[in-house]
C-alpha cells in the first residue's frame, strides 16, 4: 500500500463532510495512522475512532504556536515519526473588501496563513532529522483568481500566502529530503459550502467549470494521496489544481 508504515498528522480532520475527513480516510486506506487535528478534542477523537483502531485525536488551535508544539510532542510520544503533513485547517467569510474588519482580516490570515507556518515549523525539525517528510498545504482557486462566491478578499490573500509560503518551504527543506506542495481546490461541496448554493446560484457556476460539476471531498483527498506518498517522489513546490478546468 502507498503509506504503509506512515504517521500522518491532517489538521481541520474533525469535520464530517470536510476535505480533512475525506484525506484521512483515502491515508488509512493505503496504511497510514492518523493524528486527526482539530479545535474540538471530543470530535477530533470521535473522528480518529471513525477511522478505525491505533488512530489518535488531538485537540490543537493551529493559530496557538505552543498549542502546534505541544500536539506535536504528543504524536512523537505515541508514533516515534511524523511522515506526512496535512495543513488542512482554514476558515472563510463571504465579505466584500470595504467590509473587512480589522477583526476579519486576523481571523482569517491567521487560522490559513499563520496556522500553516505553526503546524509546518512544528514538524519541519522532525522531518528534519528523519530526513524524509512531505507537507501539503491546502490553498484554494481563490488565490488564483481572486475571490469566489465563498471568499472574500482577505481569503484570497491569505490563501496566496500559503502557496508563496508553502514554495519557500519547498526550497529550504528540499535538501533535507522534505517534500512541501500545495493544492487549489475549486468549488467542493463541504460543510463551507453546505446549503448555501440555490439551483440559480449551482447552473451559474457549472457553465464555468468544463468537467461540469462540483467537486466532491474526495477528489481533493485523492491529489493530497498523491502528493503525501512517494509516487510524487520528484515534486517539490508544486501547486495542483483540483477545480474541474475553472481556470482554462
Ligand atoms: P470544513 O469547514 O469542512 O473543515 C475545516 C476544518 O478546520 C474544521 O474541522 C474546523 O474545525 C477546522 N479548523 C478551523 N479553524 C481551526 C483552527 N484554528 N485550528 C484547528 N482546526 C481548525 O472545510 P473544508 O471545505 O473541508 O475545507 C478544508 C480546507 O480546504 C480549508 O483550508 C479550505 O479553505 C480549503 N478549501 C475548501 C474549498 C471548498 O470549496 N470547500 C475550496 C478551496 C479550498
Redesign the pocket.
Known sequence: MLLDGKVAIV?????L????RATAKAFVAQGARIVV???DEAQAQAAAADLGQGHLGLR????DRQACVDAVAKVQEQFGQIDILIN?????QPIKTLDISPANYEAVLD??LR?TLYMSQAVLPVMRAQRRGSIVC?????AQRGGGI?GGPHYSAA?AGVLGLARAMAREFGPDNVRVNAVT????Q????AGKLTDAMKVDILKGIPLNRLGD?QDVANVCLFLASDLSSYLTGVTLDVNGGMLI
Open positions: 489538521t481541520g480532520a474533525a469535520s463532510r470536510g476535505i480533512g487535528l482539530d479545535l490543537a488551535d493551529v493559530t488542512n485547517a482554514g476558515i472563510t487560522v490559513n496556522g491546502m490553498s484554494s482557486v481563490s465563498f490563501k481546490p475549486g468549488l467542493i463541504t460543510d463551507i459550502t471531498a
